[in-house]
């Protein structure tokens, strides 16, 4: 299996004017390698039709309504399931989630998307956006495993990190991310969105 992670909104803790409320992390699933080469053909294709750049990634705050509209009919043809788990930063306040840094909070927000797929996850291979650094990446590594993992069954076997622009299954977590992101903030065109790929969406989970 293979997982890929990306975010959207802003992991600090800061909640004034000007910083996102909402904290989203997307992880999508796919079966095997075969898997994800059907899905990025579909990716390819589009971005054949829509005469991208060789570089230009597909990002969805960057985006016009109409680009995102076509990449979501486009997902919800793919062969993949997603998780996501949103973090409602004003309520930290009086929650007792211990989440003191921005770490913390990606370290938390990672590990219950991909609760969200526990009981199908085996010896996957992760693969997140660049969020941190090596250290990090490491540490984040060990926090999956120390609590995805049994003796008996190694629910994650490696976490890798991949630039979004080159990769196109990490725009797909992206994708994901936001649309959920922005059904949690209850944006006017969110509704649109998620009904185009709801039907992929396994596990959606709000915290505190």
Not at 124 to 135: L, N, Q, S, T
Not at 185 to 207: C, E, P
Request: net charge positive.
């Amino acid at each position: 299996m293979l997982v890929f992670l990306d975010e959207s909104g802003d992991a600090g803790l800061a909640i004034e004017k000007g910083s996102s409320p909402y904290f989203t992390v997307a992880a999508v699933f796919v079966a095997d390698d075969q898997a994800a080469r059907m899905c990025l053909d579909r990716i390819t294709r589009l971005r054949l039709r829509l005469r991208m750049r060789p570089y230009e990634e597909f990002h969805f705050r960057a985006d016009s309504h109409d680009r995102r509209l076509q990449v979501l009919d486009e997902l919800q043809k793919c062969d993949l399931q997603a998780s996501t788990c949103t973090l409602g930063k004003a309520a930290l306040v009086t929650s007792d989630l211990g989440l003191s840094s921005r770490d913390d909070v990606y370290l938390a927000i990672c590990l219950e998307a991909l609760k969200g797929h526990a009981g199908s996850l085996q010896n996957a291979r992760v693969i997140m956006d660049e969020f941190g650094g090596r250290k990090f990446q490491r540490t984040l590594s060990a926090h999956l495993k120390l609590h995805l993992n049994t003796s008996a069954s190694p629910a994650v076997r490696s976490l890798t990190s991949s630039r979004s622009r080159s990769d196109p299954m990490v725009q797909v977590a992206d994708y994901f991310a936001a649309v959920v992101n922005r059904a949690e903030s209850g944006t006017k065109t969110q509704a649109d969105y998620l009904a185009r790929v709801a039907s992929k969406i396994t596990s959606r989970v709000r915290l505190p």
